[in-house]
């Protein structure tokens, strides 16, 4: 079955850097896109950054745009997110998500981590 495993969230002071990971197993990884999605307190889940099956096309949003990157590895099944000059208000949990192929589109999250930023 499908498995996303992320880890790497924290506790950091503003301005400093996080790499979140996510391992998936459970499909072929190499074959589809992957995102990164947030969720903070009281708020709506937010589409944070995506990388397409080969990694050679990335996407972001606006508010993370030039301070996050996305990258991948699929010898690894594994894919990354840098975070850089954190603020306050990226404090949330993060999602790992890929949409897989089963005869119809199935999404799939992964259990999350929470980032926390905070002096």
């Known amino acids: 079955q499908v498995q996303l495993v992320e880890s790497g969230g924290g506790l950091v002071q503003p301005g400093g850097s996080l790499r979140l990971s996510c391992a998936a197993s459970?499909?072929?990884?190499?074959?589809?896109?992957m995102s990164w999605y947030r969720q903070a307190p009281g708020k709506e889940r937010e589409l944070v950054a995506g990388?397409?099956?080969?990694?050679?096309?990335?996407d972001y949003a606006a508010s993370v745009k030039g301070r996050f990157t996305i990258s991948r590895d699929n010898a690894k099944k594994t894919v990354y997110l840098q975070m850089n000059s954190l603020k306050v208000e990226d404090t949330a949990v993060y999602y790992c998500?890929?949409?897989?192929?089963?005869?119809?589109?199935?999404?799939?999250w992964g259990q999350g981590t929470q980032v926390t930023v905070s002096s």
């Open positions: 990388i397409s099956s080969t990694g050679s096309s990335t």
């Open positions: 998500k890929t949409r897989v192929w089963s005869g119809y589109w199935l999404d799939y």
């Open positions: 459970g499909f072929t990884f190499s074959t589809y896109a």
